[in-house]
């Protein structure tokens, strides 16, 4: 008898520390429910969209490293590249001795990125896929990984690297950056919930700098990265 009634007291001292588990699950669920801006939240009211930017991105994704801020600019003007609008953009700033690697960067979100995609997923695509890899490009973390022939070769295209990708003057280095993030946003698409209208308008973008390629000079340089990077 003793022991039974051991146990029913063991029984409710579980049930009540249970309790008091659950009761604070439910009320951090709560708290994040109610304060936290979600995707369509944002998309249905641009006064929240600094606040999904700043809160629910930062807290529930984090940052790239060496991004500072993410900013929302509510303008009805629209920035083309290529034919394309941009729905987000990153800006650096670069160095006199940039060399491939830059202090920081920060990151700009359009009016239409909210407005014209059609859920969470294509936002994140667009953000965590692309734009976080150009931060990764700029802070100097993304080894070029070429193929190559000799170490003639090689030594050949390290000088072409430094020249035409690693100066902001070069001519390959925006188109570089582009297709890096390009390509590291495709890879990610079979984990994102995205239509077959956004998977056609960024392949598209990433053939339209693969196509730049072959209006360059045969180099080695320019022959790795037509293998490195071929059309979808």
Same mark, same amino acid.
């Given at each position: 008898?003793?022991? $039974?009634?051991?146990? $029913?007291?063991?029984?409710?001292?579980?049930?009540?520390?249970?309790?008091?588990?659950s009761?604070? *699950?439910?009320?951090?669920? /709560?708290?994040?429910?109610?304060?936290?801006?979600?995707?369509?939240?944002a %998309?249905?009211?641009? %006064?929240?969209?600094?606040?999904?930017?700043?809160?629910?991105?930062k807290?529930?994704?984090?940052? +790239?490293?060496?991004?500072? %801020?993410?900013?929302?600019? =509510? @303008?009805?003007?629209?920035?083309?590249? !290529?034919?394309?609008?941009? /729905?987000? @953009?990153?800006?650096? #700033?670069?160095p +006199?001795?940039y060399? *491939?690697?830059?202090?920081?960067?920060?990151v700009?979100?359009?009016? $239409?990125?909210?407005?014209?995609?059609k859920?969470?997923?294509?936002?994140?695509s667009?953000?965590?896929? =692309?734009?976080?890899? =150009?931060?990764?490009?700029?802070? !100097?973390?993304?080894?070029? =990984?070429?193929?190559?022939?000799?170490?003639?070769? %090689?030594?050949?295209?390290?000088?072409?690297?430094?020249?035409?990708?690693?100066d902001? #003057?070069?001519?390959l280095? $925006?188109?570089?950056a582009?297709l890096?993030?390009?390509?590291s946003?495709?890879?990610q698409?079979?984990?994102?919930?995205?239509?077959?209208?956004?998977?056609?308008?960024?392949?598209?973008m990433? #053939?339209?700098?693969?196509?730049?390629?072959y209006?360059?000079?045969?180099?080695?340089?320019?022959?790795?990265l037509?293998?490195?990077?071929?059309? #979808?």
């Amino acid at each position: 008898m003793a022991r $039974r009634k051991i146990n $029913r007291k063991r029984n409710i001292r579980k049930f009540v520390v249970a309790g008091v588990l659950s009761i604070a *699950g439910i009320s951090a669920f /709560l708290h994040k429910s109610f304060d936290s801006v979600d995707f369509l939240e944002a %998309k249905n009211n641009f %006064k929240l969209r600094q606040e999904y930017l700043d809160e629910t991105i930062k807290e529930e994704y984090g940052y +790239a490293e060496g991004l500072k %801020k993410i900013d929302y600019v =509510h @303008s009805t003007l629209s920035i083309k590249r !290529g034919g394309f609008s941009t /729905l987000i @953009s990153t800006y650096v #700033n670069v160095p +006199a001795n940039y060399r *491939g690697s830059t202090l920081e960067t920060r990151v700009e979100v359009y009016r $239409r990125a909210f407005d014209g995609l059609k859920n969470e997923d294509e936002f994140l695509s667009m953000l965590i896929d =692309h734009e976080y890899r =150009h931060t990764d490009l700029f802070r !100097g973390r993304v080894k070029l =990984h070429l193929p190559l022939n000799s170490a003639e070769e %090689k030594e050949f295209v390290e000088k072409e690297i430094r020249e035409r990708i690693f100066d902001i #003057n070069g001519d390959l280095w $925006r188109i570089y950056a582009e297709l890096y993030a390009y390509s590291s946003q495709i890879s990610q698409f079979p984990k994102r919930k995205i239509t077959n209208e956004f998977r056609k308008e960024m392949t598209e973008m990433y #053939n339209s700098y693969v196509d730049s390629l072959y209006s360059k000079e045969e180099t080695p340089l320019i022959l790795a990265l037509r293998k490195t990077f071929v059309k #979808n």
